[in-house]
T-cell receptor, first 113, second 113 residues
């Protein structure tokens, strides 16, 4: 069974204090890994797609990387507006013609002044 | 801006009283999904439509039904809500050419009294 585990569950950073979030996965045949951002009371917002080990994607202060077993979301010099829950997801083995995603439970990031 | 819209944003219903949640999209995506998300948990897929084809998850209770009258609209019907059905309900869309990139609406927060 596909599994996605995220760590830490919660992370508190000061503004400008860089760190990384981890997403480890166990799937039979990776067809991609996806990062989403979710603000309280809102739906997830798509951030990145990674398809192969070694791939990296960047967006503003965020950089996502992928290895054969895990993905990291690096946050460089975070600002308070980066506070959110970050979810990672992988397509399920039975995804068929639509995308059935297995989500992790997320890392709740809080950035303080 | 193209988007996914959910109405209402907050819904309060009584135990056992049927309720319908609405989702519309202007992205013209052919796949629409309904997820249930409880506090601090990962989104859980309930079902999805690929065009007009309905796909139910094996563990989705019979209490949950869905309708998609056209490409733009999709409804989630909860026939007899129980206290355990209180959650955030998320609608998402994706398109056939990028099936793993899902675009979420803001969600409907359902309270059952």
């Amino acid at each position: 069974e596909d599994q996605v585990t995220q760590s830490p569950e919660a992370l508190r950073l000061q503004e400008g204090e860089s760190s990384s979030l981890n997403c480890s996965y166990t799937v039979s045949g990776l067809r991609g890994l996806f990062w989403y951002r979710q603000d309280p009371g809102k739906g997830p917002e798509f951030l990145f797609t990674l398809y192969s080990a070694g791939e990296e994607k960047e967006k503003e202060r965020l950089k996502a990387t992928l290895t054969k077993k895990e993905s990291f979301l690096h946050i460089t010099a975070p600002k308070p507006e980066d506070s959110a829950t970050y979810l990672c997801a992988v397509p399920r083995a039975d995804t068929g013609t639509a995308s059935k995603l297995t989500f992790g439970t997320g890392t709740r990031l809080q950035v303080t002044l | 801006d193209a988007m996914v819209i959910q109405n209402p944003r907050y819904q309060v219903t009584q135990f056992g009283k049927p309720v319908t949640l609405s989702c519309s999209q202007t992205l013209n995506h052919n796949v629409m999904y309904w997820y249930q998300q409880k506090s601090s948990q990962a989104p859980k897929l309930l079902f999805h439509y690929y065009d007009k084809d309905f796909n139910n998850e094996a563990d989705t209770p019979d209490n949950f039904q869905s309708r998609r009258p056209n490409t733009s609209f999709c409804f989630l019907d909860i026939r007899s809500p129980g206290l355990g059905d209180a959650a955030m309900y998320l609608c998402a869309t994706s398109n056939w050419d990028r099936p793993y990139e899902q675009y979420f609406g803001p969600g409907t927060r359902l309270t059952v009294t």
